[in-house]
């Protein structure tokens, strides 16, 4: 059982580039999150994915946008890369929202914008 | 949800002595306390959690005990090991989707 798949593992990026960050679950989960994870700064959540077919923003949604392919994918996407999203990147599903289901993390996307 | 103060930010004990972290919120709508264990390089684990009708829960070696009316929680790993250290984080979700964290403890168990 994989889990919350995350790819890439490492990724550096250039001021301006655009890339996508890819996650995959397979233990029929409904909800879906990324988060990013900076020193100092704990867990911030970037946008959700409430069940197939809505998403919604978190607390730190500028710069970021996001796709709930089908149920099991939910990808983020960076339009214009910039050095203050240099962060790692954490994928996260949950059976059905977060109030009473813990989260299943996946291993994360270090991501350097230089 | 909104606040979450997590004490110590780190934490060093000898290898079998107990460890304990306090988390105290603010939101006394809370009623999910997850606690997480986070290795070098790897994502946030999900190690215990407790529901507000429950004061205190166990298993095995760890526990998490609630107290509602003070609104903190607290992380309690007893006969520590060296792969009990990482870092570990608090939580607590009130509505639907609003889960805060706290910003972590780092625990180092010195053989």
């Known amino acids: 059982n994989a889990g919350v798949t995350q790819t890439p593992k490492f990724q550096v990026l250039k001021t301006g580039q655009s890339m996508t960050l890819q996650c995959a679950q397979d233990?029929?989960?409904?909800?879906m999150y990324w988060y990013r994870q900076d020193p100092g700064m704990g867990l911030r959540l970037i946008y959700y994915?409430?069940?197939?077919?809505?998403?919604d923003k978190g607390e730190v949604p500028n710069g970021y946008n996001v796709s709930r392919l089908n149920k099991r994918e939910f990808s983020l996407r960076l339009e214009s890369a910039a050095p203050s999203q240099t962060s790692v990147y954490f994928c996260?599903?949950?059976?059905?929202?977060?109030?009473?289901?813990?989260?299943?993390f996946g291993s994360g996307t270090r991501l350097t914008v230089v | 949800g909104e606040n979450v103060e997590q004490h110590p930010s780190t934490l060093s004990v000898q290898e079998g002595d107990s460890a304990v972290i306090k988390c105290t919120y603010s939101?006394?709508?809370?009623?999910?306390f997850p606690w997480y264990k986070q290795e070098l390089g790897k994502g946030p684990q999900l190690i215990i959690d407790?529901?507000?009708?429950?004061g205190e829960k166990k298993d095995q070696r760890i526990a998490v005990t609630l107290n509602k009316t003070a609104k903190h929680f607290s992380l309690h790993i007893t006969e520590t090991q060296p792969e009990d250290s990482a870092v570990y984080f608090c939580?607590?979700?009130?509505?639907?989707?609003?889960?805060?964290f706290g910003t972590g403890t780092k625990l180092q168990v010195i053989p």
């Open positions: 996260a599903s949950t059976l059905n929202g977060a109030a009473n289901y813990g989260y299943t």
């Open positions: 233990m029929n989960h409904n909800s």
């Open positions: 994915s409430a069940s197939e077919g809505t998403t």
């Open positions: 939101d006394s709508a809370s009623n999910y």
């Open positions: 407790i529901r507000s009708n429950v």
């Open positions: 939580a607590n979700a009130g509505g639907y989707q609003k889960v805060t």
